[in-house]
């Protein structure tokens, strides 16, 4: 209880910004004025918050500001896209002190987990920041995981990773220690730590990467599911009609939503010649990027590809939205902004004639506020909130 005490009083610190007095503490947390004293000096001595000055708001002693010193953890986050590998350095609030970003080597696991160690390693040197202040690094992967072990499973366009110990690898090779985390629900995370809106909230988020997940935000706290690989949504059927997928069915969310499939597509329509020597991340990157081109720049059949897409998002996320009843729906990730204008002009409409609830209220739709680094960043916010976050469960207590 004290340590969850403790945390639901550092995060009401973190969210308010400016600070809070004690005795604003004890408004907003309900707990006794005591107990804010005693887990605010020993936040104090720590030098996680800090004193901000003093107030005068009425008669009595002037109240004194306690706000979060964002400087005193810091944490490291990655993002491992088959196509660009993302770092950021982030402080306590979540901000962003440096980044980088990396070409992702040829496929060979090893090739890639020394690139990623020589790149922490250059990021912590350009910021110049206190290796002591680093709690961890956190690295978003495409799943399937196994957590227990911090192995990669066999994860889309990353054909060569089978098993790979990528937790323990990387923390030997940097000599921090490492958490895992799918993509999606980082991104979710990302959200949460630097978002507005209320904590005790749900949400649908909807990661448009080389492939596409979703991660579920439930009263404030991302669903991991028992073997945290929620989100896998890949061959869920959204259009009957479509192209074969692997998996033997027609239509899946692989086959039609994806950043690959839309530009087979555009390829097919004419827009592009199908000249390309290969089907690789980054050359999918490139077309993609040359089509969302073309529709910003008025080309109406470019534009019908991608209308096609949003049309065939919104039946994936009706599904869903349908069987959870979530307050909001939230998309990000590497390819969102390309495609951002035209889906939220789109979706909101196309999910409010699917919806079930639609004569009770609406469902409102948006882009991640953290950009196409939402991956990155939710990696570095997982090691900050598996320290920091309040969560009821570490109320439960065991028999």
């Known amino acids: ?40 000096r020993r936040l104090l001595d720590d030098g996680i918050i800090e004193e901000a000055g003093r107030t005068i708001t009425g008669p009595g002693k002037p109240r004194t500001t306690l706000r979060l010193n964002a400087d005193s953890r810091l944490s490291i986050g990655v993002h491992l896209d088959p196509a660009v590998m993302t770092f950021v350095l982030l402080d306590l609030s979540g901000s962003v002190i440096e980044r980088t970003t990396k070409r992702t080597p040829a496929n060979d696991p090893r090739r890639i987990i020394m690139a990623m160690s020589k790149a922490i390693d250059e990021l912590i040197v350009r910021s110049g920041a206190d290796r002591e202040r680093i709690a961890g690094i956190g690295v978003a992967t495409p799943g399937p995981l196994d957590s227990a072990r911090g192995t990669v499973i066999d994860p889309p366009k990353l054909h060569t990773w089978h098993r790979v110990p990528l937790r323990d690898s990387l923390a030997e090779a940097t000599g921090f220690p490492v958490t895992l985390e799918k993509d999606t629900t980082a991104a979710a995370v990302a959200e949460l730590w630097t978002g507005s809106s209320p904590t005790h909230g749900s949400f649908l988020f909807v990661y448009l990467g080389i492939g596409i997940g979703t991660a579920l935000v439930l009263n404030g706290e991302a669903v991991q599911g028992s073997s945290r690989n929620v989100g896998e949504v890949g061959h869920i059927i959204v259009d009957p009609d479509g192209p074969l997928c692997g998996c033997g069915k027609r239509g899946c969310v692989e086959v039609v939503c994806t950043p ?105 739709v948006s882009g991640t506020v953290v950009g196409d680094d939402v991956g990155a960043v939710g990696a570095g916010c997982v090691v900050l909130d598996e320290v920091l976050s309040p969560r009821a469960s570490a109320l439960f207590l065991g028999h």
């Open 1 to 40: 209880m004290g340590d969850f005490n403790q945390s639901v009083i550092l995060e009401t610190i973190r969210r308010s910004g400016e600070g809070l007095s004690r005795i604003e503490l004890v408004d907003a947390t309900g707990l006794s004025a005591q107990t804010v004293t005693n887990i605010t």
């Open 260 to 364: 690959q499939a839309i530009v087979e597509r555009a390829e097919r329509a004419g827009i592009f010649a199908d000249d390309r020597e290969s089907s690789d991340a980054a050359s999918v990157d490139e077309r993609f990027t040359q089509l969302c081109a073309r529709v910003a720049a008025g080309d109406a059949d470019a534009a019908a590809v991608l209308d096609q897409a949003a049309q065939h998002l919104s039946v994936l996320i009706s599904g869903m939205t349908n069987m959870l009843d979530v307050d909001r729906v939230v998309l990000g990730g590497p390819f969102w902004s390309r495609v951002e204008e035209l889906y939220l002009r789109r979706l909101p409409e196309l999910l409010d004639h699917q919806s079930a609830t639609r004569a009770v209220r609406e469902l409102p």
